[in-house]
């Protein structure tokens, strides 16, 4: 019964040891959100006197609440792995005392037995009663193993009671880190419904001065829809340029390419001449070597039946000096045949090789001729942009971080909802003094004065276009040359009073998601 007791302990400790890691990592969680609150505070505390009410504010008060239930939420779980550890300990403290009373009690049967049996005189009269020395000893070292068993037995029972006081402190470690974190639970709770009651009271405040703030919102909508129409006529303007500086390129493009293939033909031409000489040459070389190798092998062949012939001789009659001296001749002419023969062989397989050679350099001259009348008359093929390749990687808009208040496309005002914001792009509110930069290299294609005082910079990347609104001052002009980083403009205050950039990306006359493109 004590085991099966025992494993259903285990189990549940190793739930707990695994609770634990989970406990740690919520912990850990918490840490971070509370250094994103004190982040989100310290924002909040220096844009205060500078946003009366803006939808920033609003928006990081509304992010810090979420924050703060995350936390309350966190510590909700924590309380109750806390709440299953003390449990679960008071289940080891109960399991462990019935063990100790299990060792208690076979060590009291130990020395009941012990007591009965005490003394010197017992210890020696069970020796001598040995039968034999074999067995005297082998009572000595029962008596041995007997004391040693009664030291273990009390060894346990310390080391139980010794384990039971560490789980019982553990237990109340617990007890107090529970204890600890319901008063934090409180304070957190306490500063949920203040912030909830800080965020009613700017709805309400809003909603106090929704007139002048409607009145405000759409007057820059007009404005907004006013720079639009302006964005919209330059990038068309840009668009008719670079299609028509495309068609002028190409023309020249295929006015070049006319003039390298004329070029390169002559070229073509002359080598083909040239090739068709050395060819003919190389021919006739190969055709003497063809005959020259024939009649070697004529005479070759000749030689061998004429050896052949006079072997036969020689094996029909006595041999004699005379005849063998022939053969020595034959056999000699016949070897200088078959040289002769192998010689003319190789010059025809070099004259074939010359030939196969003379063909190839024929086609990378031509090749080559080809290439250097192309850039000559300055033919280049590199065409495109790498800005759609870098979508999801170009940089971001601002020197500082910032929190986006509007997202791309049309969307409800954040606290007014009969307003439909229409947005070409996503708006960010970053800390006073931060500066607009670009995402990606390109050229300064115009910088606007609004009707506000403030300033928008467009940059042209290829077929694609960069918007920059709401700047106090800029730092590029028309024409210029951006690289990715390059400051465009200090980011000027929002008629709210919050410091806005107002981004925008367009593939060619289309705006899309900046937020797909950046990143963040």
Do not use: C
Request: hydrophobic share 35%; net charge positive.
């Amino acid at each position: 019964m004590i085991r099966k007791f025992s494993f259903l302990i285990g189990v549940l400790m190793f739930g707990l040891h695994q609770g634990q890691q989970t406990k740690e990592q919520l912990q850990k969680q918490n840490a971070e959100l509370k250094k994103q609150i004190a982040q989100i505070n310290t924002d909040l505390a220096k844009t205060r006197s500078e946003s009366k009410l803006s939808v920033a504010y609003l928006s990081s008060v509304n992010q810090k609440l979420v924050l703060r239930e995350k936390v309350y939420n966190n510590t909700q779980k924590e309380k109750r792995f806390i709440e299953d550890d003390i449990y679960l300990r008071q289940l080891e403290i109960n399991r462990q005392n019935k063990e100790l009373a299990v060792l208690r009690k076979n060590y009291a049967e130990v020395l009941v037995n012990a007591y009965k049996n005490k003394g010197v005189q017992n210890k020696v009269t069970f020796i001598l009663s040995a039968k034999n020395l074999g067995e005297a000893i082998r009572r000595v070292q029962y008596l041995k193993q007997y004391s040693d068993y009664q030291d273990k037995k009390a060894a346990e029972i310390t080391d139980a009671a010794n384990l039971i006081k560490k789980t019982i402190a553990q237990k109340q470690n617990s007890v107090k880190a529970k204890e600890s974190l319901l008063i934090n639970q409180q304070k957190d709770l306490a500063t949920i419904n203040a912030e909830r009651a800080q965020k009613e009271q700017l709805v309400a405040e809003f909603k106090k001065n929704e007139s002048k703030l409607t009145a405000e919102l759409k007057q820059k909508q007009v404005q907004s829809k006013a720079l639009e129409g302006q964005i919209r006529a330059i990038i068309a303007e840009e668009i008719r340029i670079a299609k028509a500086e495309e068609e002028a390129r190409r023309k020249a493009e295929a006015e070049k390419i006319r003039l390298a293939k004329l070029a390169a033909e002559r070229e073509k031409a002359r080598i083909e001449a040239e090739a068709k000489a050395r060819a003919e040459a190389l021919e006739r070389e190969r055709r003497l070597a063809e005959a020259e190798a024939k009649r070697a092998a004529e005479l070759a062949a000749k030689r061998a039946e004429e050896e052949r012939k006079r072997n036969e001789d020689a094996a029909r009659a006595e041999a004699n000096a005379r005849d063998e001296a022939r053969r020595v001749a034959a056999k000699k002419a016949s070897d200088e045949a078959n040289a002769r023969a192998k010689e003319a062989a190789d010059k025809l397989a070099a004259a074939r090789a010359a030939e196969a050679a003379l063909t190839k350099r024929k086609e990378e001259e031509k090749r080559a001729a080809e290439t250097k009348a192309m850039t000559s008359y300055g033919v280049s093929t590199a065409t495109g942009s790498s800005f759609a390749d870098n979508r999801g990687r170009l940089g971001y808009p601002a020197d500082r971080a910032g929190q986006i208040t509007h997202r791309f496309g049309r969307q409800p005002h954040p606290v007014f909802k009969n307003i439909t914001e229409e947005n070409n792009g996503i708006k960010i509110s970053v800390p006073s003094g931060a500066r607009a930069k670009s995402v990606f290299p390109g050229s300064v294609s115009s910088v606007l004065a609004n009707n506000d005082g403030t300033k928008t910079v467009i940059i042209k990347h290829g077929s694609y276009f960069t918007i920059y609104s709401n700047l106090g001052n800029v730092s590029v002009s028309k024409g210029q040359q951006v690289s990715s980083g390059t400051p465009v403009g200090t980011i000027a205050q929002d008629f709210d009073g919050a410091y806005t950039l107002d981004f925008q990306v367009w593939n060619g006359s289309t705006p899309v998601d900046p937020l797909g493109w950046i990143s963040y």
